[in-house]
């Protein structure tokens, strides 16, 4: 686990980017599945490291030395995860052609800091808001567009204790006259449309995978957050795919033990946002299938986190 993230940690405000993604991977059933491009999300599990320096992940960091230097060693890897990610999302946001795009950013920035409540020395809600005010502040002594689009990613993509700081630092750039990125006029065009779940085995366990679907500026685009029954509910993968009615029909066609069933938006909303609760608490599940174990709740848990809070029409 890496040391949380302080604003005193943050690089020079001058700092120009040099770390790149030239490709990257948004957890979904198949490369095809993927609504939108999705190629500008950073991978989770191979966070870039500035020049000359080893890779480095929050969960897979080199061992702390016991020496009077273990602060500084904390501080050094604290910092380059911190300006690999940002470089990345600087690099990225005002390229992509719309808020998904944004929003997928935004929400991997933020996941490649998650670790289980137990796991974590401050506990989770206190280690995102350290995370939220040490983006903020670097982004916004960065004071460029580019920076600004990656504070709106943050705000739209991010998790529950990062958006707070990364929303109030891009009102002020925008307050200042920074240009705001192209999609953000979009930003506001998010609403759910209909609400589902699917359940069935594999592996020996039984999971039910809640699915909401949304418009997102005129592309629908459905949300799958697949949850183990007999795991206490803990979340086991978490996807995107492109047509509900498409789903179903496969789900209606498989010989395989299979069950789909309608549900209220709000009800999706709500079991989708208790999940994420426990899992937070107990860490990930299992994933079905051949799912890389955890990278898609890492990714997508702020995405789901600011889906889960858009009211349904007419409520």
């Given at each position: 686990?890496?040391?949380?993230?302080?604003?005193?940690?943050?690089?020079?405000?001058?700092?120009?980017?040099?770390?790149?993604?030239?490709?990257?991977?948004?957890?979904?059933?198949?490369?095809?599945?993927?609504?939108?491009?999705?190629?500008?999300?950073?991978?989770?599990?191979?966070?870039?490291?500035?020049?000359?320096?080893?890779?480095?992940?929050?969960?897979?960091?080199?061992?702390?030395?016991?020496?009077?230097?273990?602060?500084?060693?904390?501080?050094?890897?604290?910092?380059?995860?911190?300006?690999?990610?940002?470089?990345?999302?600087?690099?990225?946001?005002?390229?992509?052609?719309?808020?998904?795009?944004?929003?997928?950013?935004?929400?991997?920035?933020?996941?490649?800091?998650?670790?289980?409540?137990?796991?974590?020395?401050?506990?989770?809600?206190?280690?995102?808001?350290?995370?939220?005010?040490?983006?903020?502040?670097?982004?916004?002594?960065?004071?460029?567009?580019?920076?600004?689009?990656?504070?709106?990613?943050?705000?739209?993509?991010?998790?529950?204790?990062?958006?707070?700081?990364?929303?109030?630092?891009?009102?002020?750039?925008?307050?200042?006259?920074?240009p705001e990125p192209v999609w953000w006029a979009d930003a506001p065009r998010i609403t759910p449309l209909r609400g589902a779940r699917v359940s069935w085995t594999d592996d020996d366990h039984r999971f039910t995978s809640y699915l909401l679907e949304m418009d997102r500026a005129g592309q629908v685009v459905n949300l799958a957050v697949a949850t183990l029954d007999d795991c206490s509910g803990v979340i086991g993968d978490v996807l995107l795919f492109s047509d509900l009615d498409g789903f179903k029909r496969v789900v209606e066609d498989s010989d395989q033990d299979r069950h789909m069933e309608w549900m209220g938006v709000g009800s999706v909303q709500a079991r989708?946002?208790?999940?994420?609760?426990?899992?937070?608490?107990?860490?990930?599940?299992?994933?079905?299938?051949?799912?890389?174990?955890?990278?898609?709740?890492?990714?997508?848990?702020?995405?789901?986190?600011?889906?889960?809070?858009?009211?349904?029409?007419?409520?």
């Amino acid at each position: 686990m890496a040391p949380d993230p302080t604003p005193t940690d943050r690089p020079d405000s001058a700092r120009t980017p040099t770390d790149r993604l030239g490709s990257a991977r948004t957890p979904a059933p198949t490369p095809a599945d993927r609504p939108g491009p999705t190629d500008a999300a950073p991978r989770p599990t191979d966070v870039p490291s500035p020049p000359g320096a080893a890779p480095v992940h929050p969960r897979t960091t080199p061992s702390a030395p016991t020496s009077p230097g273990t602060a500084a060693w904390k501080a050094h890897v604290t910092a380059t995860i911190v300006h690999a990610t940002l470089d990345a999302l600087v690099d990225a946001a005002p390229t992509v052609a719309d808020p998904l795009a944004a929003e997928l950013l935004g929400s991997d920035a933020c996941g490649i800091w998650w670790t289980p409540a137990e796991q974590s020395e401050h506990g989770l809600p206190e280690r995102e808001r350290r995370v939220g005010r040490t983006y903020a502040a670097h982004l916004e002594d960065l004071g460029t567009a580019a920076a600004l689009a990656g504070l709106r990613a943050l705000q739209i993509g991010g998790a529950d204790g990062v958006v707070p700081e990364a929303s109030a630092a891009a009102e002020r750039m925008a307050a200042a006259g920074i240009p705001e990125p192209v999609w953000w006029a979009d930003a506001p065009r998010i609403t759910p449309l209909r609400g589902a779940r699917v359940s069935w085995t594999d592996d020996d366990h039984r999971f039910t995978s809640y699915l909401l679907e949304m418009d997102r500026a005129g592309q629908v685009v459905n949300l799958a957050v697949a949850t183990l029954d007999d795991c206490s509910g803990v979340i086991g993968d978490v996807l995107l795919f492109s047509d509900l009615d498409g789903f179903k029909r496969v789900v209606e066609d498989s010989d395989q033990d299979r069950h789909m069933e309608w549900m209220g938006v709000g009800s999706v909303q709500a079991r989708i946002s208790r999940a994420i609760d426990r899992t937070d608490l107990l860490g990930t599940g299992p994933p079905p299938g051949s799912s890389e174990p955890e990278a898609g709740y890492v990714a997508m848990r702020g995405l789901a986190q600011r889906w889960t809070a858009v009211s349904p029409p007419g409520a």
